[in-house]
């Protein structure tokens, strides 16, 4: 039990009367109710992640006003036999009783195991790994990719699957939260009946950061994410879920104006970074935030992590899914904006990894979407994806030529695709690759009506599959597989889990081949 005497020396004071009671006898509710999480990890180190959440529900997830000291320990041992590093932080209220601990030192290419404790109650126990070091070889890495969680379309069985594969760290593309309103029925526009939802959204329609953090709240409430957190350490990105379908820069889809569009984005990104294992250099600044970024896994690759939502210009032909207009080609598109593009344009420069891949949110391949004969005269493109930016994307696969090394992993479309992407003269310059989502589009099938329609319309397109599940990448030097891992059902527990396929790349071939 938690003395007051003990509780003051651990230098909690400033709490509330009722704080205190709570940790005097060992708190009311368990304060580690969203799990655990590591991420960003480096040759050195990584950052580990908590948020104390005693009512996980309630504004202040029942912390009271105060800050709270939080001990953390890491070892190389299970058992914490042997603590190699160990230190407290301060969960304050500023930013939701949220702890990011960037733990340094550490050796590289290792395994390590983590944990928190705050009044007398302790954590479950996270596993990160290192990276290994800059000048390293490493012989083979492989990784997962994930995203597209609608909490309402699904479980997450499919995370507790991940949880027990064997992998570095998991690339998340976005789509974490969905921002919409919790209904006890809401409409399927594509099937044109209402579809009751397999789990219900807390709330409405999500505007303060409170509502931000509630949503992030119910969702992290999931055990299955819970697991996949704690066994692996997370690369995050968002994409426009985390703030509103389909936003760009200060442009969203109901026409709010930007000034006060630009409050609504800053209280979802603050609710982002107080929720995920992200460095401090993601902290929220006036202006946005700061989320692309690189990580080097020894001489084997490189990959960049790239924003395509702060920086975009807005969609053209009033987005959607619609035939080419002339503002497809308008010189003045941007989807990186001009700094993050020099940023990866010097990355691509250096050429010193075997392998360059590019981790980002909406698909570059440009596809025809008409999915029968006599849908349209004219090609579809979706006008939320790279296709819909042609001077920007040919830009890109004019820095891409020549490479024969580059990978995209791509997200959003709640289907799996892959294929290559092709410049102005239609030589092949990368190859795709298209997670599918966790549980957004529900249950899904092998293959969407239309789909034989879209493959015989592409002939970039190489693979295409409607089920729920995520991709597990094996990388050699002169290899990169893709496995498609798929789920039979998440609309209901207890999906089991198979691979749909693996399609792979060879060094200096831009083609796919099964793997």
């Not at 250099?281 to 960049?304: C, D, K, V």
């Amino acid at each position: 039990m938690f003395s007051r005497r003990t509780f003051i020396a651990a230098g909690a004071a400033t709490l509330a009367a009722p704080a205190i009671l709570r940790a005097q006898t060992m708190w009311r509710n368990y304060p580690f109710s969203l799990g655990i999480a590591s991420g960003d990890p480096a040759p050195d180190g990584f950052v580990i992640w908590t948020r104390l959440a005693p009512d996980p529900m309630a504004h202040d997830g029942g912390m009271g006003m105060g800050p709270m000291p939080v001990r953390w320990e890491v070892a190389s041992d299970e058992r914490f036999q042997n603590v190699v590093a160990s230190g407290e932080a301060s969960a304050r209220p500023e930013i939701a009783h949220a702890v990011h601990v960037e733990v340094a030192g550490l050796q590289p290419d290792r395994t390590y195991f983590y944990r928190f404790e705050a009044g007398g109650e302790r954590s479950l126990r996270g596993r990160a790994r290192t990276l290994p070091a800059p000048g390293a070889s490493p012989a083979a890495l492989r990784f997962g990719v994930a995203g597209c969680q609608n909490y309402e379309d699904g479980h997450y069985t499919a995370f507790r699957h991940l949880a027990g594969e064997d992998l570095a760290f998991v690339f998340h593309y976005g789509d974490y939260i969905y921002e919409y309103r919790g209904d006890p029925l809401r409409p399927d526009f594509r099937a044109n009946e209402p579809r009751v939802p397999v789990r219900r959204h807390e709330g409405q329609l999500l505007f303060s950061v409170g509502d931000y953090r509630r949503r992030y709240a119910q969702y992290k409430m999931d055990a299955d994410l819970q697991r996949a957190h704690a066994a692996h350490s997370f690369f995050m990105t968002f994409d426009d879920h985390e703030v509103d379908n389909n936003w760009v820069s200060l442009i969203e889809q109901r026409g709010a104006p930007p000034e006060l569009f630009r409050l609504r984005r800053a209280a979802a990104f603050q609710a982002w970074y107080e929720h995920m294992p992200v460095r401090r250099s993601a902290l929220p600044q006036p202006h946005g935030i700061l989320a692309h970024r690189s990580a080097r896994f020894g001489t084997l690759a490189e990959i960049n992590f790239l924003d395509t939502r702060q920086y975009r210009t807005n969609q053209p032909c009033d987005d959607g899914f619609k035939p080419v207009c002339p503002e497809v080609r308008a010189a003045e598109a941007q989807v990186l904006g001009a700094e993050q593009e020099a940023w990866l344009a010097r990355n691509l420069q250096r050429r010193d990894t075997r392998w360059n891949c590019l981790a980002q949110q909406v698909m570059m391949m440009a596809l025809d979407r008409r999915r029968s004969p006599d849908e349209a005269p004219e090609p579809i493109l979706n006008m939320d994806t790279w296709a819909a930016y042609e001077v920007p994307r040919q830009r890109l696969f004019a820095r891409l030529a020549g490479l024969d090394n580059v990978v995209v992993l791509t997200g959003d479309e709640h289907q799996n695709w892959a294929g290559t992407l092709h410049d102005a003269r239609d030589r092949p310059v990368a190859v795709e690759f298209v997670a599918t989502s966790i549980s957004s589009g529900g249950d899904g099938r092998d293959l969407r009506p239309g789909s034989d329609v879209i493959l015989a319309n592409n002939p970039q397109l190489k693979f295409v599959n409607d089920q729920r599940g995520y991709l597990v990448c094996n990388v050699t030097p002169d290899l990169w597989a893709t496995d498609f891992m798929v789920m039979d059902r998440v609309t209901v527990p207890g999906g089991q889990i198979s691979k749909r396929t693996t399609l792979a790349a060879e060094r200096g071939r831009p083609a796919l081949v099964a793997g």
